[in-house]
Each structure stands twice: as C-alpha cells, then as structure tokens.
C-alpha cells in the first residue's frame, strides 16, 4: 500500500476542457455498461478500477461527477468518498450491492450525493447523474450571500465565516446551515433537509440530518444564532439576540 501523503495531498490539476464523469468500478463489464449510456447522452466518460485509481485521476481529471462503487480493491469506496470530500464538493453517486438503510445513510453521512442499489438500470443511471447535476449546478449559479447575527454564509463560493473568521464545514453541513440561513425562523421538517441537502427521504431514519446539525451547532459558537430544535419537528435557525 502506497504511503498515507500520497493519498491526501492536495488538487492542483487543471481542469479538464470538457466536462467529465468518473466511473469507479472494479467489475468491468458494469463500468463498459455506464459508459455505453452515458457516453450516448453525450457525457465524456473515465474509468478506475480501484481505490487509488479513483483517487489519482479523481485529482488528475477533476470530473464534474464520480459514479463510486463501494467494494474496491486497495482502498474501498468508504475511504475513497471520505478522502475526495476532504478535498473536493465534486457530486459523487455510489453504487453499490448493499442495500441496507444503514449503508446508505453511511453513504450520505459520507458526503455522497446519491445512493444507487445494484443491479440497476443503466438508465436509472443516467436519469440519476442528470438529477444531480441539475441540482448541483443550480446551487453554483446562486451569487448571493446571507449575514444573520455574526454569520456570514456567502452561497456562490460557499464560504461561511463566523464574526469574519472563516469556518470549514463539510459539504453537506454547507448545505444545511445554507438552506436554514436562507430562510431564517422557518421550521424545517428533517425529512425535508433531507430530501433538499441527500436528494433523499427516509422516512422514519433522519438520524444522518441530526448528525450534521451536532456538527454545526458546534462549529457556529459565537455566531449569535441558534439551530433550534422543534420537537417533534426539525428545525430552523434563530437569532436570539433579534
């Protein structure tokens, strides 16, 4: 196995001139197959077939989407996921033979942006990528920012700073506090985060969204705003001091 320093250095290719989808997969007739269709909807398609591979040209292509299987020789999708979304917001589907609740919560908690149980239909397949990158582009085109309290969430370059210090927060966490700053003192359903933020809903399993809401009430201290639990409810965002 490689040293640790060569799997969490940093992205410093340029970007690809066209936009590219990764498929990550060590079975190599399903990667033929998701390239056969998702090359005719006219999408550039790479291929790895394990978990440096992804991780190498995931940095070297910087693609517009990774479709991630999860049982992968080297590193395994799980620790694939985890180290892009160190680096990158990239939309990452996995893909996957286990189809437990609790595997695709873990997924989500992960960072993935989509969750597709095998086999599947390769046009199920394509459907999924264009649905998350509608999504996804759509929330890059925004280019407004929202200040409560000493809050600052700027929502085109997806930077939130706290009194003007800057605060990382996960993608998903972004996402979160992103949708609940947007709408101050409206009660958000867990469900409802879930399916905004995941583009999923379980109903009757949010603990993914109670999660990533510890998360943030902790790294928000000394924002002057509140993450609110309505119980029985969800939640919503609060400035006491107003």
């Given at each position: 196995?490689?040293?640790g320093?060569?799997?969490?250095?940093?992205?410093?290719?340029?970007?690809?001139?066209?936009?590219?989808?990764?498929?990550?997969?060590?079975?190599?007739?399903?990667?033929?197959?998701?390239?056969?269709?998702?090359?005719?909807?006219?999408?550039?398609?790479?291929?790895?077939?394990d978990?440096?591979?992804?991780?190498?040209k995931?940095?070297?292509?910087?693609?517009?989407?990774?479709?991630?299987?999860?049982?992968?020789?080297?590193?395994?999708?799980?620790?694939?996921?985890r180290?892009?979304?160190?680096e990158?917001?990239?939309?990452?589907?996995?893909?996957?033979?286990?189809?437990?609740?609790?595997?695709?919560i873990v997924?989500?908690?992960?960072?993935?942006d989509?969750?597709?149980?095998?086999?599947?239909?390769?046009?199920?397949?394509?459907?999924?990528?264009?649905?998350?990158?509608?999504?996804?582009?759509?929330?890059?085109?925004?280019?407004?920012?929202?200040?409560?309290?000493k809050?600052?969430?700027?929502?085109?370059?997806?930077e939130?700073?706290?009194d003007?210090?800057?605060?990382?927060?996960?993608p998903?966490?972004?996402?979160?506090?992103?949708?609940?700053a947007?709408?101050?003192d409206?009660?958000f359903?867990?469900?409802?985060?879930?399916e905004?933020?995941?583009?999923y809903?379980?109903?009757?399993?949010?603990?993914?969204v109670?999660?990533?809401?510890?998360?943030?009430?902790?790294?928000?201290?000394?924002?002057?705003?509140?993450?609110?639990?309505?119980?029985?409810?969800?939640?919503?965002?609060?400035?006491?001091?107003?």
């Amino acid at each position: 196995m490689r040293a640790g320093r060569d799997i969490i250095s940093p992205m410093s290719a340029p970007l690809p001139s066209e936009p590219t989808i990764l498929v990550v997969d060590d079975e190599k007739n399903i990667v033929e197959l998701a390239k056969l269709y998702l090359t005719s909807e006219g999408y550039r398609v790479e291929s790895a077939f394990d978990g440096f591979q992804a991780i190498e040209k995931s940095r070297e292509l910087r693609p517009c989407l990774i479709v991630l299987d999860l049982m992968l020789p080297n590193v395994d999708g799980w620790e694939v996921c985890r180290l892009i979304r160190q680096e990158s917001d990239v939309p990452i589907i996995i893909v996957s033979a286990r189809g437990d609740d609790v595997d695709r919560i873990v997924g989500l908690e992960l960072g993935a942006d989509d969750y597709l149980v095998k086999p599947f239909n390769p046009r199920e397949l394509v459907v999924r990528v264009k649905a998350v990158l509608r999504r996804t582009q759509a929330g890059a085109k925004q280019a407004t920012a929202v200040s409560i309290g000493k809050l600052h969430v700027n929502l085109s370059s997806r930077e939130v700073t706290v009194d003007g210090a800057p605060v990382k927060l996960r993608p998903k966490e972004f996402d979160i506090i992103a949708t609940l700053a947007a709408s101050p003192d409206t009660v958000f359903t867990r469900e409802k985060l879930l399916e905004q933020v995941w583009g999923y809903n379980f109903p009757g399993d949010t603990r993914t969204v109670d999660v990533h809401v510890g998360w943030l009430r902790g790294k928000l201290a000394g924002a002057d705003v509140e993450i609110r639990t309505v119980w029985g409810v969800g939640y919503k965002l609060v400035c006491p001091g107003e």
